[in-house]
T-cell receptor
Framework: NAGVTQTPKFQVLKTGQSMTLQCAQD?????MYWYRQDPGMGLRLIYY???????DKGEVPNGYNVSRLNKREFSLRLESAAPSQTSVYFC???????????FGPGTRLLVL | QQQVKQSPQSLIVQKGGISIINCAYE??????FPWYQQFPGKGPALLIA?????SEKKEGRFTISFNKSAKQFSLHIMDSQPGDSATYFC???????????FGQGTELSVKP
């Protein structure tokens, strides 16, 4: 089992460019999450999907969109990147009834 | 109030010493309190978790102490080792299926 995988590992964008961060899990989990991690700010929830076909905003959704493509995959899109979106992005998944969230290795994004 | 406040932001401990990280929460509906451990370049991983019906939970060298009346909980790492050097996040949620609210993180360095 690969667990939670994320691509790419690292990306540099120019302001205004768009990109999609990909996430997949092979644990048959219902719920998936996107977080961003910034120094001194902890992990902040951007969007989550409680189950296939549903998505909801988290704490910091502005500037992002998501797609729950199927049960395995949950993508995060930046339509017009801004320097404030420079961060490390983590995808996570959990079974709806389980407390534990399993995190991917992260995508380090730099917006110039 | 959904915040979880974590302190200290950074901590240096000598090998063999005790590391203590504290968290405080406001929302009395929270009923699940996990701690996540994150090594550099990796995603966070669940370390230990507690429910409010007990005041303490111990797993090896790691102990969570929980004070429901004070709305505080803490992580104690006994006999701290250099391999424990990592960033630690406390979190809280209400189950089932509740979103995790993370603290700001504590960067622990254990000196040999």
């Amino acid at each position: 089992n690969a667990g939670v995988t994320q691509t790419p590992k690292f990306q540099v964008l120019k302001t205004g460019q768009s990109m999609t961060l990909q996430c997949a899990q092979d644990m048959n989990h219902n719920s998936m999450y996107w977080y961003r991690q910034d120094p001194g700010m902890g992990l902040r929830l951007i969007y989550y999907s409680a189950s296939e076909g549903t998505t909801d905003k988290g704490e910091v959704p502005n500037g992002y969109n998501v797609s729950r493509l199927n049960k395995r995959e949950f993508s995060l899109r930046l339509e017009s990147a801004a320097p404030s979106q420079t961060s490390v992005y983590f995808c996570a998944s959990s079974d709806y009834l389980s407390e534990t969230q399993y995190f991917g290795p992260g995508t380090r994004l730099l917006v110039l | 109030q959904q915040q979880v406040k974590q302190s200290p932001q950074s901590l240096i401990v000598q090998k063999g010493g005790i590391s203590i990280i504290n968290c405080a929460y406001e929302n009395t509906a929270f009923d699940y309190f996990p701690w996540y451990q994150q090594f550099p370049g990796k995603g966070p991983a669940l370390l230990i978790a507690i429910r409010p019906d007990v005041s303490e939970k111990k797993e090896g060298r790691f102990t969570i102490s929980f004070n429901k009346s004070a709305k505080q909980f803490s992580l104690h790492i006994m006999d701290s080792q250099p391999g424990d050097s990592a960033t630690y996040f406390c979190a809280a949620s209400n189950l089932p299926g509740g979103k995790l609210i993370f603290g700001q993180g504590t960067e622990l360095s254990v000196k040999p």
